[in-house]
Structure formats: C-alpha cells, structure tokens
C-alpha cells in the first residue's frame, strides 16, 4: 500500500514571496490534515478535511494560508505572502475516517523563509 | 482545550536499557492514543494505536499503555538499541472534536 505523498521536500523562499505545498493521501482515505511543525516543537493542527469539506480551520492563520482539496483527494496548501515565522515542516497526514481510525503521515516539507 | 504533555523531553541512555516515556493528557474524552516515531528531517512513524476501550498494545519490544481515566499513557521500550534514537510523540484523538492533537515529544539518544 502506497504511503501519503508529500512534495516538494524542502523549498527555500524569500519573505513576501509565495508556496504552495501538495499532498496525495492514501487510497480511499477520507480525512486529511496538514501540520506545522516549528523545530523542536510538536505537530501543530492546520486544517483539517473530510473528503473535499473542511471539518477544522481554526489554527489557519486566514489572512496568509489557505488549503483546498480537490475532489476529496489530493490538497495543496498555500502561503502568500510568506513570513520569516513560516519556516517549519509541514506535515500531511491522512486516515480512513474520523473517530477510531490510524494516522498516517506523509516525509513532510521542509519550508525555509529567508 | 485538551493539552497533551511529554515527560521526560530529551533522554539520553546506554544500550540495553529499558525505557519509559510518558504521555500525559488533560481531557479524558478521546477515541485513541497513537505514538509516533520521528527521525531527523522525517516525517512521522506510527508505532502504537490505543482504542479507548483498550489498556495496552505491543508490538515487538514496544509496549504502550493507557489510562483514560487518569489521562495518562506510557511507552515502554524494552532493551534499547542505538537505532531506537528519536524522537517520541504521542497524539490523542478528541472526542468532541475528532482532532489529533500532539504533544511536544520525547527526544531519546542510546549510545553504545
């Protein structure tokens, strides 16, 4: 069974420049997350979507971030612009259904704001 | 708001040792506990799923228990090995809100 899949892995931006970062969970996976990881810290909820709906955004910092998924598949997740504060991995993450259900996490991205 | 905690946050040990890290959580209304494995510049690993109905999991020299009433859980690591250096998270899915939510981890060196 394939794994989620993440990419890029590692992307170096300028402050005020955008990213985008995309994720393909596991086959037949309906809940989807994406985390931010500062270093040293650990995974911090973003957003949160079953199938195409978002089910938590409450972390998303709105006014920079936003995250689609796309026929309750694959997600992107975008920032623009980008702070100095930006810099983390970003992790997707994905599983079978809410409630009592296994996570699954993608190699992440490692996003460098210079 | 459910906080999750990890006790100790960096642990350093001689092989062959066996282990405890502990994982304690504020709301006691989860549906599971998942502990992670993570290695440098990784992503994250799944060890150990605990439903809330069960006490414990194994899995080779991995043991993880749970309290849902005391809102605590602990990994066990029996005989440590160097290839065992990672780090440790342990998540909780809420029940109110299905969010899986981290804690900051244990941070564990063996040397030989």
């Known amino acids: 069974e394939a794994g989620v899949a993440q990419s890029p892995r590692y992307k170096i931006i300028e402050k005020r420049q955008s990213v985008a970062f995309w994720c393909n969970p596991i086959s037949g996976h309906a809940t989807l997350y994406w985390y931010q990881q500062i270093l040293g810290q650990g995974p911090k909820l973003l957003i949160q979507?079953?199938?195409?709906?978002?089910?938590?955004d409450s972390q998303l910092p709105k006014d920079r971030f936003s995250a689609e998924r796309l026929k309750g598949v694959d997600s992107t997740l975008k920032i623009q612009p980008a702070k100095l504060e930006d810099s983390a991995v970003y992790l997707c993450?994905?599983?079978?259904?809410?409630?009592?259900?296994?996570?699954?996490f993608g190699q992440g991205t490692r996003l460098t704001v210079v | 708001k459910q906080e999750v905690t990890q006790i100790p946050a960096a642990l350093s040990v001689p092989e062959g040792e066996n282990l405890v890290l502990n994982c304690s959580f504020t709301?006691?209304?989860?549906?599971?506990l998942q502990w992670f494995r993570q290695d440098p510049g990784k992503g994250l690993t799944s060890l150990l799923l605990i439903q809330s109905s069960q006490r414990e999991q194994t899995s080779g020299r991995l043991n993880a228990s749970l309290d849902k009433s005391s809102g605590r859980s602990t990994l066990y690591i029996a005989a440590s090995q160097p290839g065992d250096s990672a780090t440790y998270l342990c998540?909780?899915?809420?029940?109110?809100?299905?969010?899986?939510?981290f804690g900051t981890g244990t941070r564990l060196q063996v040397f030989p």
């Open positions: 998540a909780v899915r809420e029940g109110n809100t299905d969010k899986l939510i």
């Open positions: 979507f079953q199938n195409n709906g978002v089910v938590d």
């Open positions: 993450a994905s599983s079978t259904g809410p409630m009592n259900t296994e996570a699954f």
């Open positions: 709301d006691s209304a989860i549906y599971n």
